[in-house]
């Protein structure tokens, strides 16, 4: 009886663990991101400590909050009102050594970008922007100004703590900036991927992952989906003044930037069969090998979800399901702007071999949780939210994760979504093992 009563009490506490972590919460009701403007959501250790993310609200206002992740309490602040109603938008984060941090963020092909630094106040979470054009105007006569979209902002310790941020900047190409100063000033920016030509239509699009000391890992593509016939995934990481192929092999140094996508290692390349690709997650573990994740576009109404893995020699690539068509609200009569619109996909940084994704099901797009321990060959799945009135797309795990942070996924769930320019979405958050 004794050892029943025991049973009893476990299953009841492992009951009440897993409600608890799958409890969903509500950060704001009028928030949205996009996926090329990371980290998105970073953990912060100093005096200040939980989960710092932010949004563009509904008014096109930049907004951010820390949470609590042990409470549930958040603080919020307005970085810049109504700047601008884009997803594009959404605020970069990096922490400082000194456990402060910045937010970073840019209008969509524009001329500035904004900056701003941890407050010092009690009562508010930054100090006023600061605007900055990285764009150098001695380079402009070679290449188009392009306008200044997305950032993505990185501390590497062992370069003395210089705080690398990139985006696509001077002739809508990769560009890099840094900081030798904690961020008081920036250098101007130079482009470090373009192909021969420098072709101001081709748009390579990227994503990164840093291991906050000596390297920051790079995924991109050839352009957009949209405008590429076949666009590939190319992989490459940026250590000690250089940029190198998955094999250590070296590309060129930063003062002989840019180069071209074939000098880097190709992950996957596209066929007419096979699909145009886009880039979504990237992640590496302490030896510095790579996972990815993208999506192929056999057809504009197939989203194929793929994991990619390094594993010191070769790539295991791996498809993980169909995620069916687009996610934005298509207005009926009309052609879909954004039909490479997948509803998203990111790794656990602390565990490559699990993605949480979002998928159609039954109509609706729901997060799920997908596992793999052999290299994406076989896949098992549960359901992060499911019987969903609304969609649930674009998931997110915070970076800078320490061991003793609480692991936590955040989303979007749109009440509409037509455009990154028209919808309304809410963030939402729930902690995970």
């Not at 476990?10 to 980290?39: E, M, R």
């Not at 937010?103 to 009562?123: E, G, M, P």
């Not at 687009?326 to 009926?332: E, K, L, R």
């Not at 800078?400 to 996924?409: A, E, I, V, Y």
Request: net charge negative; proline share 6%.
């Amino acid at each position: 009886m004794k050892k029943n009563y025991l049973i009893l009490c476990v299953l009841l506490c492992v009951s009440f663990i897993s409600k608890a972590q799958n409890k969903i919460n509500t950060i704001t009701d009028a928030g949205a991101w996009c996926w090329f403007s990371d980290p998105r959501a970073i953990y912060l250790h100093g005096d200040r400590s939980g989960v710092l993310t932010g949004w563009v609200k509904s008014d096109g206002s930049i907004e951010a909050a820390l949470i609590n992740p042990k409470t549930g309490d958040w603080q919020s602040q307005i970085l810049y009102p109504q700047l601008e109603k884009d997803d594009h938008d959404n605020p970069a984060f990096v922490e400082l050594p000194d456990q402060n941090y910045m937010a970073f963020y840019a209008k969509h092909v524009k001329q500035h970008l904004y900056y701003q630094h941890a407050s010092t106040a009690d009562s508010s979470l930054f100090d006023d922007p600061i605007t900055y054009d990285p764009i150098d105007p001695k380079v402009l006569a070679r290449y188009p100004r392009g306008g200044v979209t997305y950032t993505n902002p990185y501390v590497l310790s062992k370069e003395d703590n210089r705080i690398y941020c990139m985006g696509r900047w001077t002739g809508f190409k990769p560009n890099i900036m840094w900081s030798d100063d904690l961020g008081q000033s920036f250098t101007k920016s130079k482009v470090f991927i373009a192909e021969e030509g420098f072709e101001p239509s081709n748009r390579p699009y990227v994503k990164y992952y840093s291991d906050g000391k000596s390297r920051i890992h790079i995924i991109f593509t050839d352009g957009h989906p949209r405008n590429e016939s076949l666009n590939s995934v190319y992989y490459a990481y940026y250590e000690a003044g250089a940029f190198w192929k998955a094999d250590g092999s070296k590309i060129c140094n930063i003062d002989q930037i840019p180069f071209a996508p074939e000098q880097a290692t190709v992950v996957y390349q596209a066929t007419t069969d096979s699909g145009r690709a886009w880039v979504y997650d990237i992640v590496a573990d302490k030896k510095g090998r790579p996972t990815i994740l993208y999506a192929r576009y056999p057809s504009e109404e197939e989203h194929l979800y793929y994991y990619a893995q390094y594993d010191g020699k070769q790539w295991h690539d791996s498809f993980i399901c169909n995620s069916g068509q687009w996610f934005p609200q298509t207005v009926d009569g009309q052609t879909e702007k954004e039909p490479h619109y997948s509803a998203g996909m990111v790794l656990h940084p602390r565990d490559p071999n699990t993605v949480y994704l979002s998928r159609s099901v039954a109509g609706v797009f729901e997060i799920e949780k997908w596992t793999t321990q052999n290299q994406g060959k076989d896949w098992s799945s549960t359901a992060m939210t499911s019987g969903s009135s609304k969609d649930n797309v674009r998931p997110y795990i915070p970076r800078n994760m320490q061991r003793k942070d609480q692991p936590m996924l955040l989303w979007m769930e749109n009440d509409h979504y037509v455009h990154y320019t028209n919808y309304k979405s809410a963030i939402k958050y729930v902690t995970i093992p």
